[in-house]
């Protein structure tokens, strides 16, 4: 093998990523998650760390039209990125259709999984414009929630689905 | 959470992730990094330089043979192959990869991934057994096929050896499948899971109940006979917080007796 050729690791790197259509350009160590790009180097400290072990899904953002969980990606993997996070739901002081589904519904109580829940209502409801109880309950089983049960959250997501919700 | 230094590269090829593979000692591959991301934040595992195979257009995809067979590239999402069209020959697969974890999980987290983690209580390392199928696991001096049988060695160690890649999974036709298991919340890690084939004879794939898949070959589909095999198979589960080595030995029985049940039925349709 001709090592010459081989292409090079690299610790750091300089990324260009675009955030709620904003361009970001800056130096990240390979070592860093891309939740710390997004609330430590750029400030958008919207998405929330609740476990760190890709489980809560407090840190869900949609990255190129896909829902993930920004605590389980090398911020460095985002190079050339388009990533949508809670920041970019409303439009100047106008709530989302699911932000105010939420308000309306009291969909959260202390908001720590809010962030990550809205990230995975707008995800849902962008592929399933009408998604049944359970189809709502399997969206969010990667958002854990621990003061509402839920049963609030299904129903502000299915409200803002445009469907009929009983009170 | 910080990681320890590490280096990456994102290669285009499988050629150029070989030479990255071979030309650094601590390299590992980088899939989805549903499992591997978390490992190394916990240390367990600190690797030099990540390989990243997101790039790799050759590691992606699935084809659907003229004979049923199907070639599943390792870098395929749980979430590509749920919608894949092509996959649905074998309805099986879908179905087990929607019982794992998440949407974001799904999203990210692939199919070559879950099964060179392979950590016992993984979904896809029975379901490879019990469905026969062949990976080729390809390094710098070519390629080489390992049924999935002979493909797990140990917890967390494969036939894919330092320098080497999983590069394709081949799964022959066949639709009188079944999956069952007993997880800690839906969809969530197993406890103990089986997976049944009933293709032909029937085979049987054990998971959680040791460091590799445990085969098991019935004589029938029938539920005594399929608990009677799982008890010949003399297996010695672990014990943890969630069930203690006799239970899980007990639950084996009951998902492989479901799991050939649902197999033997779709083979009667």
Known sequence: MDASSALPAVTSKTITVEINGTSYEREVDARRLLIHLIRDDLDLTGSHIGCDTGNCGACSVILDGTLVKSCMLLAIQADGASIETVEGLAEEDQLSVVQQAFSDHHALQCGYCTPGMLMSATALLRENPSPTDEEIARAIQGNICRCTGYWNIVKAIKAASGQEVSE | ?269
């Open chain 2, 1 to 269: 959470m910080l990681l320890s230094e590490v280096g990456y590269a994102r290669p285009a090829t499988v050629e150029q992730a070989l030479e990255l593979l071979a030309e650094h000692d601590g390299a590992r591959a980088l899939a989805g990094g549903q499992t591997l991301v978390n490992v190394m934040k916990a240390r367990a595992a600190s690797p030099d330089v990540l390989v990243d195979l997101n790039d790799i257009a050759e590691l992606k995809g699935i084809e659907l043979g003229s004979d049923g067979t199907l070639s599943i590239a390792p870098m395929t999402t749980y979430t590509e192959l749920i919608a894949s069209p092509e996959a649905r020959a074998r309805p099986i697969l879908g179905e087990v990869c929607a019982q794992i974890a998440d949407v974001q999980v799904r999203n990210r987290g692939t199919i070559g991934g879950n099964v060179c983690s392979s950590d016992p209580t993984n979904h896809l390392p029975p379901l490879m057994v019990a469905v026969g199928a062949e990976m080729t696991v390809t390094g710098e001096d070519g390629e080489r096929i390992v049924p999935a049988a002979e493909f797990f060695l140990g917890v967390y160690m494969t036939a894919v050896g330092p320098g080497e890649l999983l590069t394709r999974i081949t799964i022959p036709a066949g639709r009188s499948d079944g999956f069952a298991s007993v997880p800690i919340g839906r969809d969530g890690t197993c406890i103990v899971n089986a997976a049944a084939s009933a293709n032909g004879e029937l085979r049987l794939a054990l998971g959680c109940v040791g460091a590799v898949p445990e085969l098991v070959q019935p004589s029938s589909g029938d539920a005594e006979a399929v608990k009677e095999a799982v008890r010949a198979a003399n297996i010695q589960p672990p014990g943890d917080v969630h069930a203690s080595s006799d239970y899980r030995r007990h639950l084996a029985e009951v998902v492989a007796a479901r799991a050939a049940e649902q197999a033997s039925r779709r083979a009667m349709k």
